[in-house]
C-alpha cells in the first residue's frame, strides 16, 4: 500500500468507559529468558535482521513487521522481540494517521501489545481510532470505506481489507463490542462484491462511480491481503453469524483461483496470471499465511494445506544467512497499464516481507494473547 491524499484525522474522540480487563492465565504465559530448542534457524535469523531495521512510523509496513516479531516472541519466548514492537508502539501511540485513505494495519500489535501488558493507553488508542474510522471515513455507496485520487476520482483498493479488517476483529473479542466485528464483515462482503472475479481472484481496484477495475491486475499481493484478512476476520467470527457462511465462501473461491496459477516454486508472480512477471515471496507469504490457518480452523479444504506446505518451501529458500527476505516487491499503487507491475523493485529488504515470512513460518494463531474483558454493570 502507498499512503495516498494526505488529510488530519482528528482522534479527540473520549476513551472507552465502563469495562475493566481481567485477564486469564492463558493471557500471561511464564516468561522464557532463552529461544526454545527446536525453533526454526530461519526464524531466528529473520527476526533478529527485523531488529536491526528502523521502525518509525504508525504505518503497515512497520504494523506488520512488528506483528512478525510478536509471533516470534510467542513461539521463542525472546523478551527483545516483544520489547521492540512494544519501543515501537510507545514512540508512535499518540500519532495522528494522515492519509486520506486510512491504513490501521498497525492496530493489531497495539492490541496484542495491550493483551500482555494490560496497559489502558494501548486500548484507549485503538478504541479511538477504529471509533474515528467508523464515524468519520469517507464511504462509498454502499457504506464502503473509498479514497478519492484528485485525478482518478473515488476509489476502493484491495489493500483497503487488511488496514482495516482484521484490527476491527480482534478490537471486537477484546472489547465485547460487536460493532467493530460488524463493520469487518461488511467492508469484506462490499468489496469482495465489486474486486472479486468469477474466478475467484481479486483486482487490485475498483471505482465505485464508474465500475472500473482501472488496471485489470490480479496483483499478487493484494491476493495475499484478501486471504489473510478474511481469514483472520473468520476466526474472531461467531460461529452462528449469519453472514459467516458468505466470507467462507469468499475465501474458498479465492483459494480455488489462486492454486490454478500456484508456480512450481511454491510463490505466485507479482501478477497472478501474467507468468513472465516476476515471482514475489510476500504476497505468496501471507497467501500461505491465511489458507493455512483457515485450513486448521476448518474454515477451507485440506487440500490447501498442499498449496501452502509448497509455499513454506519457496519463501524460505528466499531468506539469505543474514535473514532478509528476498523477492519482495516495493510498495504499490494502482495504475493504468498492468506493466508497471513488473517495474516494481524488488531487490531491496521491506519490512512487511520481514513481518510475513515470521506471521507465517511461526504457526502462531490469530487469537494470540487476547485479554478477558468485562463490562461493568
Known amino acids: 500500500m502507498v499512503a495516498s491524499i494526505p488529510l488530519a484525522l482528528l482522534l479527540g474522540l473520549a476513551p472507552m468507559v465502563g469495562t475493566s480487563t481481567v485477564f486469564s492465565s492463558r493471557t500471561l504465559p511464564a516468561t522464557v529468558s532463552t529461544p526454545r530448542l527446536g525453533i526454526d534457524p530461519a526464524i531466528l535469523k529473520v527476526a533478529d535482521r527485523t531488529m536491526q531495521m528502523e521502525l518509525s512510523e504508525f504505518n ?6 512488528a506483528y512478525g516479531l510478536l509471533a516470534a516472541w510467542r513461539v521463542t519466548g525472546d523478551e527483545r522481540y516483544f520489547d521492540f514492537a512494544k519501543d515501537w508502539l510507545d514512540r508512535t501511540l499518540d500519532e495522528v494517521p494522515e492519509d486520506q485513505y ?6 493489531s500489535p497495539l492490541l496484542i501489545v495491550y493483551g ?3 496497559k489502558r493507553e494501548y486500548l484507549d488508542q485503538a478504541v479511538r481510532l ?18 478519492i485520487d484528485p485525478e482518478r476520482g473515488d476509489f476502493i483498493i484491495v489493500d483497503g481489507l487488511l488496514a482495516v479488517c482484521p484490527f476491527l476483529a480482534r478490537l471486537s473479542s477484546v472489547t465485547g463490542d460487536s460493532t467493530y466485528i460488524e463493520e469487518a464483515v461488511h467492508q469484506i462482503t462490499v468489496y469482495a462484491e465489486h474486486l472479486q472475479h468469477e474466478s475467484g481472484l481479486f483486482y487490485h481496484a475498483y471505482q465505485p462511480s464508474t465500475g472500473s477495475h482501472f488496471d485489470g491486475a490480479f496483483w499478487q499481493r493484494g491476493n495475499g491481503w484478501a486471504a489473510l484478512s478474511i481469514a483472520e476476520v473468520l476466526s474472531f467470527l461467531p460461529s452462528d453469524h449469519p453472514e459467516r457462511g458468505e466470507l467462507i465462501e469468499i475465501l ?4 480455488g483461483g489462486l492454486a490454478c496459477y500456484q508456480d512450481e516454486s511454491g510463490l505466485w508472480h507479482t501478477v497472478v496470471d501474467r507468468p513472465d512477471f516476476y515471482l514475489e515471496t510476500s504476497g505468496a507469504l501471507a497467501i500461505g499465511y491465511g489458507t493455512r490457518n483457515a485450513v486448521q480452523e476448518g474454515h477451507l479444504s485440506a487440500e490447501y494445506m498442499g498449496m501452502a506446505s ?3 518451501g519457496g519463501a524460505k529458500a528466499r531468506v539469505s544467512e543474514d535473514g532478509n527476505v528476498l523477492d519482495v516487491s516495493g510498495g504499490t499503487w494502482f495504475y493504468d497499464d498492468v506493466e508497471e507491475y513488473n517495474r516494481i523493485p524488488h531487490d531491496r529488504i521491506q519490512l512487511w516481507g520481514q513481518g510475513l515470512y515470521l506471521l507465517f513460518a511461526t504457526r502462531v494463531p490469530y487469537a494470540i494473547y487476547l485479554p478477558v474483558v468485562q463490562k461493568n454493570g
Do not use: M, Y
Request: hydrophobic share 40%.
Open 60 to 65: 503497515w509496513g512497520e504494523g506488520l513487521a
Open 102 to 107: 486510512v491504513d490501521l494495519t498497525s492496530g
Open 252 to 255: 474458498e473461491g479465492l483459494a
Open 116 to 118: 500482555q501488558t494490560g
Open 310 to 312: 509448497k509455499i513454506a
Open 130 to 147: 477504529a471509533d474515528w474510522l467508523i464515524e468519520n471515513h469517507t464511504r462509498g455507496p454502499e457504506g464502503e470505506f473509498i479514497g
